[in-house]
């Protein structure tokens, strides 16, 4: 079957054309052959890669007994090039809407009517109360309720709602949904900020549908040099030194002492420049630093441990509103299998078993042993889970449905609904425990290194001199007869030699007092939003060539200018990223209020029904017209 390279049909010869033209036209048609290869030559050596693995993980399952159906598909009897062309260039027919887009339609012009609405009435209200101020009534009363309700537009604005005070009594949920249906007045005047958010949300989650799920913008492949990678990087890295450069002055939480050691303007830095590395990784499809971003991620997983257990353990806050608000956040996904954000399910699955480890027995946390022998539990149960084979595959099963991940490359496609759980999981199942026990020991090692500083000269130098060779020279090892491996072989060893680059740094990073109070706040600012860029850039910074899968493409919004498009498309994601973390704080305060589970429980009780009576509306509006027909 012959592959198109551009999506046209061969032009017929013009017999009247000249021997020169005839020359010219060879020579165009072959420098365009000559370009698609070079630009296509970085992902070809990806799907060379892919296909290695998916050969091996095929491999795998026939020797469990597996039955798997290996079935030829046309192109792979042309050279990988044509191949991969072709594969970039499958169009997908056109979809009917569904009842997700729909509902949502539904629910988000329900909300900007009632915040339209709602901004009348206190526009309308603000006149009053300016006539009322003009003639002097009530001066005072006026402007203090004008006072607080600018206050309170504030802190909505930024992100944050007034906490209720304890004794007040809150509304019954249903109650405040009959109003909000009815339009009642003095209720979309209180909720006016909140219905804003709401407004603003749905217009980004617009955006998003029309940037991954329509042709109003373009899309192109990606190509990665070198040369521009480093230099994007390192000039990044200047201007935030230049521009960000602070000295925090935080005090010690166990002391009055400024020790500092991996303080939260540290590890906020460090989320910021993994992300950008992870980012830029993707954008530019930087297959050599692939080992980077594996550590990078394993570095996430360790921070999830370490900060869990850390706060855990020492407020003793098991209650459901703290766990909901950690774990809550917003996912702009649009009909996409939760897998295919695969940090966000990782950090959700070890953050809810670093709850159950400390919540458990939580009582007797301050004897040693009883820490021990949870830790002990822990390795023993990742050895038996994820070591012996088979036993993953049985506890899993019935998660298929939120965990299971068709890749629609053809690559990929025979691979089992659970492989990219158990391969993500599989490559960071320790490092989790090891933020546990670095949490576990953090005020020990504050204590020494707060009498390293108070040791004479001599000492203190050669004391810290010394980890900080011993550190370089693992670091060194690690990087020169593990980094280097492929990345296949690289994996089989991640598991086991990821702490040891995140160990390095941290000893590093934190070996003086100087070194733990500088920070760069640019990554800082990054970090904050680390999980909101994460999951938006499959959407409105990157592009897929079918839905539901991953994002080997690039998202074009000025044609035939990649870099002035890099600008535009980074200026765009980072600042609906940082509007989403905004926003997501303010729903997480108002609809996960803190020490109030029955609250919770309504709310989750409303979102449901509300959600339902969505789709029940959706369905109608699709299904019930064509069956009149």
Not at 36 to 53: I, P
Not at 262 to 277: D, F, P, Y
Not at 504 to 526: K, M
């Amino acid at each position: 079957m012959p592959i198109q390279l551009c999506g046209t049909e061969k032009s017929k010869p013009k017999f009247a054309q000249s021997s020169s033209g005839k020359r010219i036209s060879e020579v165009k048609r072959n420098s365009r052959i000559l370009e698609l290869a070079k630009t296509s030559r970085s992902q070809t050596r990806e799907e060379e890669e892919e296909s290695r693995a998916v050969a091996e993980e095929l491999k795998k399952e026939r020797s469990r007994g597996t039955e798997v159906d290996w079935t030829v598909n046309v192109a792979s009897s042309v050279p990988p090039v044509m191949a991969v062309l072709h594969y970039r260039r499958r169009e997908t027919p056109a979809a009917s809407p569904k009842v997700e887009t729909v509902s949502f339609l539904i629910g988000f012009l329900t909300i900007v009517v009632a915040w339209i609405y709602s901004e009348y009435l206190a526009f309308k209200k603000k006149s009053i109360a300016s006539k009322v101020r003009q003639s002097d009534v009530g001066f005072a009363e006026v402007e203090s309720d004008a006072g607080k309700e600018d206050d309170k537009a504030v802190l909505l604005e930024g992100g944050a709602i007034k906490s209720i005070p304890s004794g007040a009594r809150i509304p019954p949920t249903f109650s405040t949904v009959i109003r909000f249906i009815t339009l009642e007045e003095s209720f979309l005047i209180e909720n006016r900020m909140l219905l804003r958010a709401a407004s603003e949300l749905g217009l980004l989650l617009a955006y998003f549908y029309i940037c991954d799920r329509t042709d109003t913008f373009g899309s192109a492949t990606k190509s990665y040099n070198r040369d521009l990678f480093a230099f994007l990087l390192i000039l990044l890295i200047l201007v935030a030194a230049i521009t960000s450069f602070k000295i925090h002055l935080d005090k010690s939480p166990f002391s009055v002492k400024p020790i500092l050691f991996l303080n939260r303007h540290q590890t906020e830095e460090w989320k910021g420049w993994m992300q950008v590395i992870f980012l830029m990784y993707h954008y530019f499809a930087a297959r050599e630093i692939y080992n980077v971003g594996r550590v990078c991620v394993a570095a996430y997983v360790w921070m999830t441990g370490f900060g869990n257990f850390s706060y855990y353990y020492a407020r003793k806050d098991f209650s459901l509103p703290r766990f909901a608000q950690a774990c809550s956040s917003i996912d702009p996904s649009i009909s996409c299998s939760y897998m295919l954000y695969y940090i966000c399910p990782l950090h959700t699955f070890f953050s809810l078993v670093v709850y159950g480890i400390v919540g458990v027995l939580h009582k007797y946390n301050e004897i040693r042993a009883v820490i021990i022998v949870k830790f002990f539990v822990c390795f023993l149960v990742v050895i038996i889970v994820w070591e012996i084979p088979g036993v993953f595959e049985v506890l899993w099963e019935p998660f298929t449905f939120i965990l299971g991940y068709k890749d629609p490359n053809r690559l990929k496609e025979q691979l089992p609904p659970m492989y990219e759980w158990h391969f993500r999981t599989g490559l960071d199942r320790y490092i989790w425990i090891l933020g546990m026990l670095y949490a576990y020991y953090y005020s020990t090692i504050e204590k020494w290194i707060e009498k390293l500083d108070e040791a004479k000269l001599k000492r203190r130098i050669l004391i810290k001199t010394t980890i900080v060779v011993t550190s370089a020279t693992a670091a060194y090892l690690w990087f020169e007869y593990i980094f280097k491996l492929d990345s296949l072989t690289y994996n089989q060893y991640h598991p086991y030699t990821s702490w040891i680059p995140i160990t390095a740094y941290i000893c590093i990073r934190n070996v003086s007092q100087s070194t733990r109070s500088y920070t760069l706040t640019i990554f800082g600012w990054i970090g904050k939003i680390s999980l909101d860029t994460y999951i938006s850039q499959f959407h409105i910074w990157l592009r897929s060539n079918a839905p539901d899968a991953q994002p080997k493409l690039l998202l074009i919004i000025i044609p035939d200018y990649p870099l002035l498009n890099f600008m535009l498309t980074t200026i765009i994601l980072l600042t609906t990223s940082y509007r989403l973390s905004e926003l997501t704080n303010t729903f997480k305060t108002a609809f996960v209020p803190s020490k109030d589970n029955k609250r919770i429980m309504y709310n989750m009780i409303a979102a449901a029904a509300i959600m339902a009576i969505l789709y029940a509306l959706s369905f109608v509006f699709l299904k019930v017209p064509p069956m009149m027909v």
